[in-house]
């Protein structure tokens, strides 16, 4: 969880906030104490507006964090592991480890959370009804939850992906086609033509009604938009690594250099010659280290020469991959503990080395060629 931090711990699920929800919630508080409240009830004094856009405000943050938790509760349930919740901007990201597997599960793990917006909206609209008064702050701010909830739920209906109706729309398509790919392509269509639309509707906002509203549309529809065709991407990208092995796919006999080896030996032969950026250390064919050029990096120039890359190298244990992994597994990997390369090993034995750019590469030339598979 980066730029983000850990408030609490349910269920086993480490929930946390972004940096930019402190910000989003003096905003909401204010807005909501200096704006909203105001306009609809005359007549509390200034504290009383303050202290009611803060408590709905927080109960916002709660209504946002059980949607979220719902779905996280219903992938737990499906196998799915989920390692934190990060209360975004304008909403939650769920942290699943992996994606759903089955059309059924990723149905399910989607509605729940729209499903329990739509609860608290009705459960909070009930409550309005208790309160004799109407238009004191309680009755208000009751009737404010009842509407943020039922706006919640309906805006993540949409079914452009990756909101939630878009993933629910995606499991219906990938259900009856069998085709993830072809599922994720439409909702994510979906997901960008409705971004854009938020995007011109923010717009209009913008000039003809109202500033701040105006750049929250174009805000959320720039990064909707943004999700969807990254979403896109990523799902063609796993699909064309599937099935692929590391061993189909790099050389095993890659150079590695001995521990004694000098930093300027190393640069000069694997960096300089070779163009590498990483190279495996190895002593009789155990693995030992890995030395990068972020590595390479701390050490000042004149020290090259007289320096063993033993004394800079990133020793075991490492992450390492086996020829027997699937490319997608390498990449997550990569991804998961945001590394560039990982020494393949096979029984203990240094055999390779495989790097993100390696993998991206063979996209493009693969794109390039018009070729499915190697
Ligand atoms: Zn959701």
Known sequence: MKSSFRLFRIAGI?????YTWIFIFVFISWSLA???FPQAYAGWDTLTYWITGIIAALMLFVSVLLHELAHSLVAKRRGIP?????LFFFGGVSNLEEEPKKPMAEFTMAIVGPGTSLVLALVFWL?????????GPLAAMLSYLALINLILAVFNLLPGFPLDGGRVLRSIIWGATGNLVKA??????IGQLLG???IGVGIY?????????????????WFLSGAASASRREVTVRESLSGIRVRDFVDLNTTTISPETTVAEMVDNIFRRQHGRAVPVCRDGRLLGIVTITDVRGLPQEKWPTTPVA???????????SPQDDLNTVMKLLAQHDINQVPIQQDGQCVGLLSRADIIRHIQFREELGVKKP
Do not use: E
Request: proline share 3%; charged share 10%; hydrophobic share 55%.
């Open 127 to 135: 409550l309005y009804l208790i309160p004799a008064d109407k238009t």
């Open 196 to 198: 854009w639309a938020l």
């Open 34 to 36: 200096q704006g909203f």
């Open 311 to 321: 004394d800079i190298m990133t020793r075991q244990p490492l992450y390492t991959a």
């Open 205 to 221: 906002f913008i000039f003809f009604v109202s500033i701040v509203s105006g750049l929250w549309m174009a805000f959320i529809g």
């Open 184 to 189: 994720t392509n439409i909702a994510g269509r």
């Open 14 to 18: 480490d929930i946390g906030v972004h």
């Open 82 to 86: 989920v390692a934190s919740i990060t």
